[in-house]
């Protein structure tokens, strides 16, 4: 295991660690700092919110050398791109982990500025961790020169706060996650659901009244939640008896892992390579075309209703592979391991 790391973990200026409501990546890291806490290492986060605005990060950036002076550390740990360039530019070492869409979803310029970053705050990172496989690869092609390692580690799930209530599953419930926009593709899922009698609740904010109306338009039982508190989020999940995510893009979806360790099969396309196990956890069907990826989920769903061993025996898979493969002391093990190595071979600004 080795001796016990200090490590700084760095929000994004955005949200609150932990957040209040709707902030995957303040999630993860208030999750990591706190099973890195109980296997002895000491951690800071180190987070200044303003006023909940995307570019917040920016003066949060060009704050924090006066944040990071006078604190004792032996690695720093960025997670948002701006942060991570940040540091590179005070020639302060880090660990830096991509959470961003835009690796493969560039339709704007802020898309294609937001590339430009990550690829950057990979490339000047004292080591880059990749979320999945399949993002290890994409740094490898597009990164130049290549950072001096790149992992692969997953964030995890707190498995034993999501518990499916097998009693409660009527076949007739689906459930999506997730911020309620075009890129999330939730119009496809409302529309494969459409005169099935399954209805599809979505959780998120939902910052577009525009689509939001087109997504509750393209099916005809479509609730939109908004977002709720996590003791009500966790008791849909465990109601519910799939999870629809048709996202045209993911890198790590938590939603995913939540109804992975939920007991629930995960339908969607090719984004959910390496996180479902296709046929065991949940099915990934080709997107490529819309009108035949509505059509192979609407018979996925509709065979899942009728088959209730089937939802079981998928849903118990789907959980086990949540705990075996995504709890947080063994993804916490691996980060140590990164920052010792890191600790080791760079000099730390705050010993």
Known sequence: MGPPV??????????????????????????????????????EIVNRVRHERMRD???FARELPRLLAGRSYDVLHANTPVVANRLAARHLPFVYTSHSRHWYYRT???????????????RRSAEAIALTPRLARTFAEVVRPAPPRVSVVPFGVEAAQFRPRWER?????????GVVLPFKRWELAARALRGTGIELTIVGPTPSDEYARRVKESGDRVVLRGEVPPEEHRALLAESD????????????AAVLEGLAAGLPVLGGPALDGVVDAGATGWIEDDRDPTAFVAALRARAVALA???????????AA?????????WPAIAAAHRAIYQRVAARTPAAGR
Do not use: C, F
């Not at 799939?242 to 979806?253: D, F, G, Q, R, T």
């Not at 959980?319 to 493969?325: K, L, S």
């Open 57 to 59: 990060e920016y003066p």
């Open 108 to 122: 704007q310029w802020t898309h294609r500025w937001g590339y430009w970053l990550e690829r950057r705050a990979v």
């Open 169 to 177: 599953r009527t076949g007739r419930r689906a459930v999506g996650v």
């Open 242 to 253: 799939l999870l629809l995510h048709p996202s045209a893009v993911e890198i790590l979806s």
């Open 306 to 316: 009728g088959a209730p061993d089937l939802r079981r025996r998928t849903g118990e």
């Open 319 to 327: 959980r086990a592979v949540a705990i075996e493969r995504y709890a």
């Open 6 to 43: 200090r490590i700084v973990l760095l929000g994004g200026g955005v949200h609150p660690i932990p957040p209040t409501g709707y902030g995957a990546i303040e999630r993860i890291v208030t999750d990591l700092a706190a099973t890195l806490r109980a296997g002895g290492d000491e951690v």
